[in-house]
């Protein structure tokens, strides 16, 4: 078994920067691909960004590309996203998710992950 932690979320200003963090334990994850997803309010759960499992390949939604970053060690239980410029809109409870799969275009796919931490508030005020 696996168990996801999150962490490092709160309430910061537009235009700030925030990192939240995934602390993985339990089974390895070597192999293991690792997501960021969110969910606003009224919303579905939508993709943020994927990292494969070698941490040399990363695909991120189109509204934070640029501004975010996904990254993890090889070999490292903890997986990070670096936020920066955030806006309002940004504001949701992030989820990170580990699954296998080849492709990191797949990772847009939630369907495709096996373990899902229980999320961290990120609040973006105007």
């Known amino acids: 078994q696996v168990q996801l932690v999150e962490s490092g979320g709160g309430l910061v200003q537009a235009g700030d920067s925030l990192s939240v963090s995934c602390a993985a334990s339990?089974?390895?994850?070597?192999?293991?691909?690792m997501g960021w997803f969110r969910q606003a309010p009224g919303k579905e759960r939508e993709f943020v960004a994927v990292?494969?499992?070698?941490?040399?390949?990363?695909y991120y939604t189109d509204s934070v590309n640029g501004r975010f970053t996904i990254s993890k060690e090889y070999g490292d239980s903890t997986t990070y996203l670096q936020m920066n410029s955030l806006k309002p809109e940004d504001t949701a409870v992030y989820y990170c998710?580990?699954?296998?799969?080849?492709?990191?275009?797949?990772?847009?796919?939630?369907?495709?992950?096996?373990?899902w931490g229980q999320g961290t508030q990120v609040t973006v005020s105007s």
């Open positions: 339990g089974d390895s994850l070597t192999y293991f691909a």
């Open positions: 998710a580990a699954g296998r799969f080849n492709s990191v275009l797949s990772g847009m796919d939630s369907r495709l992950y096996d373990y």
């Open positions: 990292i494969e499992w070698t941490g040399t390949r990363t």
